[in-house]
Structures are given as structure tokens and as C-alpha cells.
């Protein structure tokens, strides 16, 4: 899978970013190259549609899931929603704490944004402990939404992250450690 070579060989690991004794895996290389941009974005839509998936929101998680879920949203002419930190966003919302591997944050999604019985893909860059990707599946289901896969570019396995999840999950690129 040529494809996958180049997503994993642009992909930079940061040593003790955000903090001590994480490694942190950094995929803004990938945007530096338009062949690998769209190479992701093809990929991820291929995924959704070879799978029969059929959503009707693509929601993208702060801030990473911003970069290419409009993108993704708009080739499968469906909704693009924001998950974000809390006070970010206007007007009414609804709001989940999460903890993640380096402490405790609240997410908001805009009340109504995802209506009840739409079909729901979740996207971020990377799936480490599932504190956030949850914490999205929990909104999308506050709002009546129902969550039918969760994708990332990057998923430390180690840190079993997927099993906390009430869908499949999908990851492009996986690290053990």
C-alpha cells in the first residue's frame, strides 16, 4: 500500500511534546506536500465509501480532525461538524469532559448540529488513550446521532485507546509504543 508508505514515512515523532515522556506523533509534514494531502484524503474517503459506511456528518475533532474532515465531508456530500474545547464555539452547545493521557478536557459540540438518527463518522489525526475520540461518541449520542466509525491517521496501540470506543475504528498508520 504505497499510499499508507507515504502517510507513515511524513509522519515526525517529537520527543517529550506536549510534555515529558510523550512521543508525540506530529503529521503537519504530511500538509507539505499536496501529493500526500490529497493521497490521505483519497484514502480516507475510499475507506468510508468501500465500507458502505453512508454518513450523513463527518464530525472533526480539535484541531487536527478540522484539517481534513470539510474536505472529506464535502466529497461524500455530507455535513462537516466541529467537535471543540469548551468555549469555543457560539450559541447553545452540549459538553463532555474527557480525560486524556496528560490531564482532564471538556469538549462542545453545537446543540442541534448533529440531529437524531443521522449517521456519524468521527475523524482525528490520532487515537492514543480514547479519551477524546469517547468523549465525541458521547456528544454525537447527546445530540441523537449515532456514531458508525471512528478513523484516525495515527493510532498508538499500545495505549488501547480503540476498546474504550462504541464503534469500529479505523487507523491508517499504527505504532506499538
Same mark, same amino acid.
Given at each position: 500500500?504505497?499510499?499508507? !508508505?507515504?502517510?507513515? /514515512?511524513?509522519?515526525?515523532?517529537?520527543?517529550? =511534546?506536549?510534555?515529558?515522556?510523550?512521543?508525540?506523533?506530529?503529521?503537519?509534514?504530511?500538509?507539505?506536500?499536496? %501529493?500526500?494531502?490529497?493521497?490521505? @484524503? %483519497?484514502?480516507?474517503?475510499?475507506?468510508? %465509501?468501500? %465500507?458502505?459506511?453512508?454518513?450523513?456528518?463527518?464530525?472533526?475533532?480539535?484541531?487536527?480532525? =478540522?484539517?481534513?474532515?470539510?474536505?472529506?465531508?464535502?466529497?461524500?456530500? /455530507?455535513?462537516?461538524?466541529?467537535?471543540?474545547?469548551?468555549?469555543?464555539?457560539?450559541?447553545?452547545?452540549?459538553?463532555?469532559?474527557?480525560?486524556?493521557?496528560?490531564?482532564?478536557?471538556?469538549?462542545?459540540? !453545537?446543540?442541534?448540529?448533529?440531529?437524531?438518527?443521522?449517521? @456519524?463518522?468521527?475523524?482525528?489525526?490520532?487515537?492514543?488513550?480514547?479519551?477524546?475520540?469517547?468523549?465525541?461518541?458521547?456528544?454525537?449520542? !447527546?445530540?441523537?446521532?449515532?456514531?458508525?466509525?471512528?478513523? =484516525?491517521? @495515527?493510532?498508538?496501540?499500545?495505549?488501547?485507546?480503540?476498546?474504550?470506543?462504541?464503534?469500529?475504528?479505523?487507523?491508517?498508520?499504527?505504532?506499538?509504543?
Amino acid at each position: 500500500m504505497a499510499d499508507v !508508505q507515504l502517510i507513515k /514515512c511524513l509522519l515526525k515523532a517529537i520527543p517529550d =511534546f506536549p510534555q515529558q515522556g510523550i512521543l508525540f506523533q506530529d503529521i503537519f509534514p504530511i500538509f507539505q506536500d499536496p %501529493t500526500a494531502v490529497e493521497t490521505l @484524503v %483519497t484514502h480516507i474517503v475510499h475507506r468510508i %465509501t468501500s %465500507t458502505g459506511l453512508r454518513p450523513d456528518v463527518i464530525v472533526g475533532l480539535d484541531a487536527r480532525g =478540522f484539517l481534513l474532515g470539510p474536505w472529506i465531508a464535502n466529497r461524500l456530500k /455530507c455535513a462537516f461538524v466541529p467537535v471543540r474545547k469548551a468555549g469555543k464555539l457560539p450559541g447553545k452547545t452540549t459538553r463532555v469532559g474527557y480525560e486524556k493521557e496528560y490531564g482532564t478536557d471538556y469538549f462542545e459540540m !453545537q446543540a442541534g448540529a448533529v440531529k437524531a438518527g443521522q449517521r @456519524v463518522v468521527v475523524l482525528d489525526d490520532l487515537i492514543a488513550t480514547g479519551g477524546s475520540a469517547k468523549a465525541a461518541g458521547d456528544l454525537i449520542a !447527546q445530540n441523537g446521532g449515532t456514531t458508525v466509525e471512528y478513523i =484516525f491517521i @495515527v493510532e498508538l496501540t499500545a495505549l488501547k485507546g480503540a476498546a474504550k470506543l462504541d464503534a469500529p475504528t479505523y487507523s491508517i498508520v499504527q505504532f506499538d509504543d
